[in-house]
């Protein structure tokens, strides 16, 4: 089959701030990452080897000129010898284990240094999605000019609704194109007039590049995950946000807080971290529970909640985005983020579950291994080894 992933920076964003925080703090660490269907999927016959090719691919994939001119240009909170590391980058499928069971059900585990096994997620999740809704023919039955127009009703409402509103939608899109296609009539529709919305571009750095968009996107769960084996569940969001905050001296200003619900955040939620960050990422719970929570503690740290910005990003469509900025009425700085309903919202086809997670790490190669684990606020996020899954959730409640 056709190579899929062909640009190094069709990936998120976060991948490359994720990255270089790991060559700043945790050079040596290694980890192993896990390939996650909540789904269940039984895949078709050889869909192993049919993604195995497509890692097999990713070897001769590496970050050009353009490439390396643009981030330059965009991302000023990286130091100009990350992107003389990113020449160098080789995506290595060794580190990258496919298997596939007589059901069809599909198993990856991708180990190694982290700050290079940290690449692979985007790539991977990605061509899972296209190549299932190849194989399913989903891509055969595709009607470009009714899916053009759908995106196009969509960003109407999206901006005509007054949303702050970016694309997440890389790691489970319906293929390549359609993602390509539903940003550029999102763009087409934002640049043809005045809108109380605001388009703020898509977590893809690539697309961002090719569309004339802005790059969006900060960090990711792996970090608090890999944190609360050094620190400890009611010390690592402090000591991240402390790090994070060190490495791009108060840029990246948005932090995901949820790895282990809300309460160990909040109860740790220092007034100067509150303050060196621009504001919080809301991936799990209820969003309107979760903005009160918000609000109550910057009120109590004596900040003005109108000040900070609150990114949703939690399975979202467009009437739920609408739903929340109506309920958070300029009491905080609202903005969304949305991936699956932006990016494979297709006519027939179903848009896969799946997710790549840490599972487990360690400091450096000469140390012991040890499980990474995610809990958040949904029950179905909790991922990890269920042992301490539930050791960690009798201290916390």
């Not at 790090?243 to 790895?259: A, P, Q, W």
């Not at 494979?344 to 990474?372: F, G, Q």
């Amino acid at each position: 089959m056709r190579q899929i992933i062909t640009h190094f920076t069709d990936n998120d964003l976060y991948t490359f701030s994720c990255q270089y925080y790991i060559m700043q703090k945790y050079p040596r660490a290694e980890v192993e990452y896990t390939f996650i269907d909540r789904n269940k999927t039984c895949y078709p016959k050889g869909f192993d080897k049919l993604l195995q090719e497509q890692i097999d691919y990713m070897a001769g994939v590496t970050i050009t000129d353009q490439e390396i001119d643009f981030m330059t240009e965009k991302l000023v909170w990286l130091p100009l010898w990350y992107f003389t590391f990113l020449r160098g980058y080789r995506f290595n499928p060794n580190e990258v284990k496919i298997n596939q069971d007589e059901e069809g059900h599909l198993s990856i585990l991708i180990r190694g240094k982290w700050f290079s096994t940290i690449m692979w997620e985007m790539p991977i999740l990605s061509s899972i999605s296209e190549l299932l809704h190849t194989l399913n023919g989903d891509v055969d039955n595709y009607n470009l000019e009714k899916e053009y127009a759908k995106a196009v009703a969509k960003s109407e409402k999206i901006f005509g609704a007054g949303l702050v509103f970016g694309d997440m939608g890389t790691r489970r899109r319906f293929s390549y194109d359609h993602q390509k296609m539903v940003l550029k009539a999102m763009k087409h529709v934002y640049d043809s007039k005045e809108w109380p919305g605001r388009f703020t571009g898509t977590s893809n750095v690539w697309f961002a590049l090719e569309l004339g968009l802005t790059p969006l996107g900060t960090m990711s769960h792996q970090l608090i995950s890999f944190e609360e084996n050094v620190s400890g569940v009611f010390e690592c969001n402090y000591n991240v946000m402390r790090k994070f905050s060190d490495v791009y001296d108060g840029n990246n200003g948005i932090y995901l807080y949820d790895c282990f619900g809300d309460d160990v955040f909040f109860n740790n939620l220092s007034k100067r971290m509150a303050m060196m960050y621009s504001g919080l990422r809301v991936d799990s719970g209820d969003e309107e529970e979760q903005t009160e929570k918000i609000i109550a503690k910057y009120k109590s740290l004596g900040i003005d909640p109108k000040t900070k910005q609150v990114v949703y990003s939690n399975g979202l469509d467009v009437d739920k985005c609408i739903a929340i900025h109506k309920f958070c009425n300029g009491r905080v700085l609202d903005s969304y983020g949305v991936g699956t309903q932006i990016t494979c919202d297709i006519d027939n086809a179903k848009p896969s579950n799946i997710v790549i997670k840490l599972t487990k790490c360690r400091i450096t190669e000469a140390r012991e291994w040890h499980d990474c684990i995610k809990l958040s606020c949904d029950k179905g996020k909790t991922l990890g080894n269920q042992e301490k899954c539930n050791y960690i959730l009798s201290l916390i409640g």
